[in-house]
């Protein structure tokens, strides 16, 4: 097997709020759509993320937990300078995110803040300095 990563698929609470968080709020294109159901965006030359209504989610892989704080997974989104952390931080503000905790340099030797989407989902927007960090760059 390839080391590849092909889709990321996150239940929705509310697929309605998502769209409005991640197209309209972020400005992203869906690159499918059905509503009510699902909702895909090209996130990378060959990622997906897609956001699942739960009911079917759970319909397909099984039923959910559902404990309560922090989903235990993060995304992240990697950009070139420390301004753009906090220029990434401010659109997902505007968007909506709540909450967001502003970027701060990091033990890791980078600058990185996160904001959580509709559902709770953490995303990390970081910048690295690192090897590993150019890596993921475009």
Same mark, same amino acid.
Do not use: C, K
């Given at each position: 097997?390839?080391?590849?990563?092909?889709?990321?698929t996150?239940?929705?609470?509310?697929?309605?709020?998502?769209?409005?968080?991640?197209?309209? +709020?972020?400005?992203?294109?869906?690159? #499918?759509?059905?509503?009510?159901?699902?909702?895909?965006?090209?996130?990378?030359?060959?990622?997906?993320?897609?956001?699942?209504?739960?009911?079917?989610?759970?319909?397909?892989?099984?039923? #959910?937990?559902?404990g309560?704080?922090?989903?235990p997974?993060?995304?992240?989104?990697?950009?070139?300078?420390?301004?753009?952390?906090?220029?990434?931080?401010?659109?997902?503000?505007?968007?909506?995110?709540?909450?967001?905790?502003?970027?701060?340099?990091?033990?890791? =030797? =980078?600058?990185? +803040?996160?904001?959580?989407?509709?559902?709770?989902?953490?995303?990390?927007?970081?910048?690295?300095? +690192?090897?590993?960090?150019?890596?993921?760059?475009?």
């Amino acid at each position: 097997m390839d080391p590849r990563l092909s889709f990321i698929t996150l239940a929705a609470r509310d697929l309605t709020a998502s769209r409005r968080f991640y197209a309209d +709020g972020l400005g992203w294109s869906p690159a #499918l759509e059905v509503p009510g159901e699902v909702l895909m965006f090209q996130v990378g030359e060959r990622l997906v993320l897609s956001l699942w209504a739960r009911d079917a989610f759970e319909a397909e892989v099984g039923t #959910l937990g559902d404990g309560h704080g922090v989903p235990p997974l993060t995304l992240a989104h990697n950009v070139s300078t420390p301004e753009q952390v906090d220029q990434v931080l401010a659109l997902a503000r505007a968007a909506g995110a709540d909450p967001v905790v502003e970027g701060m340099e990091r033990a890791w =030797g =980078g600058y990185s +803040g996160y904001f959580a989407d509709p559902d709770g989902f953490r995303w990390e927007i970081a910048w690295n300095p +690192g090897e590993i960090g150019r890596l993921v760059l475009p």
